[in-house]
């Protein structure tokens, strides 16, 4: 991993000759709305992005944040698409309807950036769908959006163009799956199972995909303490866990990344990876693989399970 300096020139010299198109989870708020923000700055607006999330009103600050590219300077005479798609990933009937749209919007992606995400503590709950409401929000609808956006990132890459699905969350921790207690319906003890399984769930499911289609980069990139509204007190919803988080967090500010600092990272690993599987750490260090060691009966099992579970039809 090179200095600092060195990930930022890198970034600095991204400029691919074809507009990318890049769809991001998340990008209302901490990593993924500071993702979004380098690579329009980066490009000087010369970007199509698609935000999905709930708070149009914030996508709407970082579109109007991003430079305007030059005038007459549209990708085959067509504007640079700022778009936001409402979306309450929690629900497939949702995620899926808005899976839907983009992809009547954008045949062709290159990037899927997912960030959106919660850790919740406490009883279990399941949405009206019959999905862990953790689990749901830490997996499974990943699985679903890359399943239902990858005709648009082989379509990229068929264009010969960069495409890649880049999810962050903590990767290579944590024991290994219980197959006995897919979708952590025995096991919960007030959340950590789901907080963990989300993880280990993670890295199987991306190295899956990258075995599928070799030409794609999917990477799994661990953010760190990082200075967003997620690790705030006010995020955790159990009344301990906010106990707790309102004494620990003061104490171990001065060890948070910067977001800004942490995006520069996240875009750097994003851009990177050309095609397979990555695991990488906080600054982008390739640390993979790691605990995704399974036999084939296991691997099938657990992908069968997943298309069930988000009622996805494989593409």
Not at 89 to 102: G, P
Not at 146 to 168: K, M
């Amino acid at each position: 991993m090179p200095p600092y300096s060195l990930v930022k020139s890198s970034n600095d010299a991204y400029c691919p000759p074809y507009t990318p198109t890049v769809v991001v989870f998340g990008g209302t708020s901490g990593i993924g709305k500071a993702m979004a923000k380098r690579l329009g700055e980066q490009l000087q607006g010369r970007i199509h992005i698609i935000i999905v999330g709930r708070n149009k009103a914030a996508a709407d600050d970082v579109f109007n944040s991003l430079p305007l590219p030059p005038a007459g300077d549209g990708d085959d005479d067509q504007d640079y698409v700022r778009k936001f798609v409402s979306c309450d990933l929690s629900l497939m009937k949702n995620l899926r309807k808005a899976t839907e749209e983009i992809s009547e919007i954008f045949p062709k992606i290159n990037y899927i950036i997912m960030t959106s995400g919660q850790a919740t503590f406490g009883r279990k709950r399941e949405t009206e769908e019959g999905i862990d409401s953790q689990l749901v929000m830490r997996y499974y609808w990943k699985f679903a959006a890359i399943n239902d956006l990858l005709p648009g990132l082989r379509a990229a890459r068929d264009a010969g163009e960069a495409a890649g699905a880049f999810s962050v969350l903590g990767n290579g921790l944590g024991p290994k799956i219980d197959f006995n207690d897919l979708g952590g319906r025995k096991n919960h003890y007030l959340g950590v199972v789901p907080l963990i399984q989300g993880v280990v769930y993670g890295d199987l499911m991306l190295s899956m995909y990258a075995e599928k289609e070799h030409d794609i980069a999917f990477t799994h990139m661990y953010p760190g303490m990082v200075d967003t509204e997620a690790n705030s007190p006010a995020a955790f919803n159990f009344w301990l866990w906010k106990f707790f988080a309102a004494l620990i967090i003061p104490l171990a500010w001065a060890f948070f990344i910067r977001v800004e600092v942490s995006a520069e990272n996240m875009v750097y690993g994003l851009l990177s990876g050309e095609k397979g599987f990555y695991q990488r750490d906080t600054k982008a260090n390739s640390v993979g693989p790691r605990n995704v060691n399974y036999t084939e009966e296991q691997k099938k099992f657990f992908w069968e399970h997943c298309l069930e579970t988000t009622r996805s039809v494989p593409r």
